[in-house]
C-alpha cells in the first residue's frame, strides 16, 4: 500500500490489524508518520522494516499489510516531502521576483527539508528496481502530477511558455539531483588553511546549484 494522503495525529500508540479499507488507509498513514520520524531521528539508512515494527509496536508480518517492501515507505516518503516542498516554494514566491531571487528560494525552500534531497537520490537510485510495479506506476503518475504543477509555477513566475518551462523544472531538478551530493560539512574547518576552507565552501549545495542553473537561457524571465 502506498499511502498518499494527510496524516494521522500522533496520538495513536499503536495498530492492529485493519477490518475496513478506511481503517487499513488511516493506520498506513499512521506508519508514514512513524517511518518519517524515524527518518528524521536517524537518516534514511536507519529506516528499516525492524526499527519500524518495533516503533510500531507491530510484529513485521503485520507491517507487510500495509507496505510490502521498506523501498514503498520511501516512496510514499519521496511523494509526500515533494509535494510538501512545492506548496512552501510556491508561497514564497513573489511577483516581482528577479530570476536570481527564483532560485534562490528554489534552492532555499528545498533545503530547509533535511529529508528531500536523501528521498530524491533515493527515488532516482532505488525505486526502478526496488518497487513493484503497481507501487511504482502509482509513485510515478504522482512525480508526473507534480512536476506538471512545478511548470505552472515556473510558467507563472518567470514569464515563460509551458515547453520552457517544462525543460526548466527538469533543469532545475537535475542540478538539485548533482548538487544534493555535497554537503556543509563542518568537521575539521577549524584546522584548514583559508584558502582551502573558501574552496569548500564553494562546494555547498547552494553554491553548486546556483552555479549550474544561473547559466540557464529561459528566455522571458525578468533580470
Known amino acids: 500500500m502506498l499511502a498518499f494522503s494527510k496524516k494521522m495525529g500522533s496520538h495513536m500508540k499503536r495498530i492492529d490489524r485493519a477490518e ?17 520520524r524515524i527518518a ?29 517492501t521498506r523501498h514503498e515507505i520511501l516512496a510514499a516518503l519521496f511523494v509526500k516531502s515533494l509535494g510538501d516542498w512545492i506548496a512552501r516554494f510556491e508561497r514564497t514566491l513573489t511577483h516581482t521576483m528577479s530570476y536570481d531571487e527564483f532560485c534562490q528560494t528554489y534552492a532555499a525552500t ?45 510558467c507563472d513566475a518567470l514569464n515563460i511558455d509551458s515547453e520552457t518551462a517544462s525543460r526548466a523544472v ?4 537535475t542540478a538539485a539531483l548533482g548538487a544534493g551530493h555535497f554537503g556543509a560539512v563542518e568537521r575539521k574547518r577549524a584546522a584548514l588553511s583559508a584558502d582551502i576552507v573558501h574552496f569548500r565552501d564553494a562546494l555547498r549545495f547552494e553554491t553548486m546549484f546556483l552555479n549550474v542553473v544561473s547559466q540557464l ?7
Open 20 to 36: 475496513t479499507p478506511a481503517e487499513k488507509i488511516a493506520k498506513g498513514e499512521f506508519i508514514l508518520v512513524i517511518a518519517e
Open 40 to 68: 528524521r531521528d536517524t537518516g534514511l539508512d536507519g529506516l528499516s522494516m525492524n526499527a519500524l515494527s518495533a516503533a510500531c509496536n507491530v510484529a513485521k508480518g503485520t507491517l507487510y499489510l500495509y507496505f510490502k
Open 110 to 154: 528545498l533545503i530547509q527539508d533535511d529529508l528531500i534531497l536523501p528521498l530524491m537520490h533515493a527515488a532516482h537510485d532505488q525505486f526502478d528496481a526496488g518497487l513493484p510495479d503497481e507501487t511504482y506506476q502509482e509513485m510515478m503518475e504522482s512525480f508526473q502530477q507534480m512536476l506538471d504543477r512545478q511548470a505552472q509555477i515556473f
Open 170 to 173: 527538469w533543469a532545475f531538478y
Open 217 to 223: 537561457n529561459l528566455g522571458g524571465h525578468s533580470s
